[in-house]
């Protein structure tokens, strides 16, 4: 995996091979980073990655200059890894070992964006309690933006607060506001 644009534009970061992860491609998440660079100006906003797994995703964002990111993932090796890069290039980025449905029900901090990339074989009714846990607890600020990666086979057009998707390869991106 690398980074793809920011101060560490072009880094490769090799992930240990033991965590159970599937990053967010480097041809998706260029993508899905030309589409937010147009909304936020990413040195004013607050990130929540959600199934954060290798920190692809908040890295990213890191890279980007946005000072305050939270990313939750509940594998104890993931958590490492992304403490581990995070302290290595002096990210912004604070980590949670938790169980992100228990995290939701938990906190009370909004996000200007908040990045789900839950495990492929969730079902758009998992889904869907996820974008509802989201709302109902008032996550998102005014501006706000979540948005989730899943694989093709689920559709959540269906789902309120949906705008739209966007495909890349076999990953789509669900935005919802």
């Known amino acids: 995996m690398r980074i793809i644009s920011g101060i560490y534009k072009g880094r ?3 992930a240990p091979k033991n965590l159970p992860v599937r990053p967010t491609t480097d041809f998706a998440k260029e993508a899905l980073f030309n589409i937010l660079r147009v909304r936020y100006y990413f040195e ?11 920190g692809n995703i908040s890295f990213e964002f890191a890279s980007r200059g946005v000072p305050n990111i939270t990313s939750v993932d509940a594998h104890h090796g993931c958590v490492q890894y992304i403490n581990k890069i995070s302290e290595e290039f002096e990210f912004p980025i604070t ?3 938790s169980d992100v449905k228990k995290y ?4 009370s901090a909004k ?3 908040i990045f789900a990339d839950p495990p492929y074989d969730f079902t758009s009714e998992v889904l869907k309690g996820l974008t509802e846990e989201i709302f109902n607890n ?4 005014p501006e ?3 948005i989730i990666e899943h694989a093709k086979q689920n559709d959540l057009s269906s789902l309120p607060h949906f705008v739209e998707a966007r495909r890349y390869g076999s990953s789509v991106f669900s935005f919802f506001n």
């Open 12 to 14: 490769r970061l090799t």
């Open 44 to 54: 004013e906003i607050v990130v929540l990655d959600l199934f954060s797994g290798t």
């Open 95 to 97: 980590t949670i070992k």
């Open 104 to 107: 939701l029900e938990n906190t």
């Open 111 to 113: 996000f200007d964006v």
């Open 138 to 141: 008032s996550l998102l600020n």
């Open 144 to 146: 706000g933006l979540l």
